[in-house]
Nanobody, 130 residues
Framework: EVQLQASGGGLVQAGGSLRLSCAAS????????IGWFRQVPGKEREGVSC????????YYADSVKGRFTISSDNAKNTVYLQMNSLKPEDTAVYYC???????????????????????WGQGTLVTVSS
């Protein structure tokens, strides 16, 4: 059974930091990309960042570039999202998701914009106070 367990959310003041974790099980970790997405009630879900577990290629939304860092520990089947310099507009429920990597080379933009993410974890709430 495929499982994605997101954790690490919480309440933090603006300018602070949080690290989210996404623990994966039930599939071959190296064959997938992991993406972080976020959603505010009443708004569309948006992609935050993603990483290919096969080749380490990453991609970031413009809104988080330079503040967030995604990383993967393939030995632990876990992907992390280090979030620094948090802003109130980062407040959202954050979800991690997994997408299968077909053979071949793909860009970070592909992983972010086009890769279908078939498996989703439950969300973790991040609240940034001003």
């Amino acid at each position: 059974e495929v499982q994605l367990q997101a954790s690490g959310g919480g309440l933090v003041q603006a300018g602070g930091s949080l690290r989210l974790s996404c623990a994966a099980s039930g599939f071959t970790f190296d064959d997938y990309a992991i993406g972080w997405f976020r959603q505010v009630p009443g708004k569309e879900r948006e992609g935050v960042s993603c990483i290919s577990n096969r080749d380490g290629i990453t991609y970031y939304a413009d809104s988080v570039k330079g503040r967030f860092t995604i990383s993967s520990d393939n030995a632990k089947n876990t992907v992390y999202l280090q979030m620094n310099s948090l802003k109130p507009e980062d407040t959202a429920v954050y979800y991690c998701a997994a997408g299968f990597l077909a053979p071949g080379y793909y860009s970070g933009s592909y992983y972010y914009n086009l890769l279908p993410y078939a498996y989703w974890g439950q969300g973790t709430l991040v609240t940034v106070s001003s």
